[in-house]
């Protein structure tokens, strides 16, 4: 069982920058994947960004690619979404989520936080 507890959102203008973290309980976080979706209001919630157990490989939706990063601290238990050059269209309920398995369904998520980017 994981627990994910995100942070960091707010408000901020265009071209800003925020970062998120997402705090995992539970001694075996080092061994999940982690990523994090967005859902913007009355849409679906999206992938945004993945990062492998052993911080290696990273993935990145198109849409933030060369502006948002991934990273994590397993001795910390915690991910992190680095955000730059944030644009209105980024403005979203952010969600991190965990899961065992490369090709497995995300088994456990956050409760979110708000990013609001104004123009």
């Known amino acids: 069982q994981v627990q994910l507890v995100e942070s960091g959102g707010g408000l901020v203008q265009a071209g800003g920058s925020l970062r998120l973290s997402c705090a995992a309980s539970?001694?075996?976080?080092?061994?999940?994947?982690m990523g994090w979706f967005r859902q913007a209001p009355g849409k679906e919630r999206h992938f945004v960004a993945a990062?492998?157990?052993?911080?290696?490989?990273?993935f990145y939706a198109d849409s933030v690619k060369g502006r948002f990063t991934i990273s994590r601290d397993n001795a910390k238990n915690t991910v992190y979404l680095q955000m730059n050059s944030l644009k209105p269209e980024d403005t979203a309920i952010y969600y991190c989520?965990?899961?065992?398995?490369?090709?497995?369904?995300?088994?456990?998520w956050g409760q979110g936080t708000q990013v609001t980017v104004s123009s």
């Open positions: 990062i492998s157990w052993n911080p290696v490989t990273t």
């Open positions: 539970g001694r075996l976080f080092s061994t999940y994947h």
């Open positions: 989520a965990a899961k065992r398995g490369v090709n497995s369904d995300y088994d456990y």
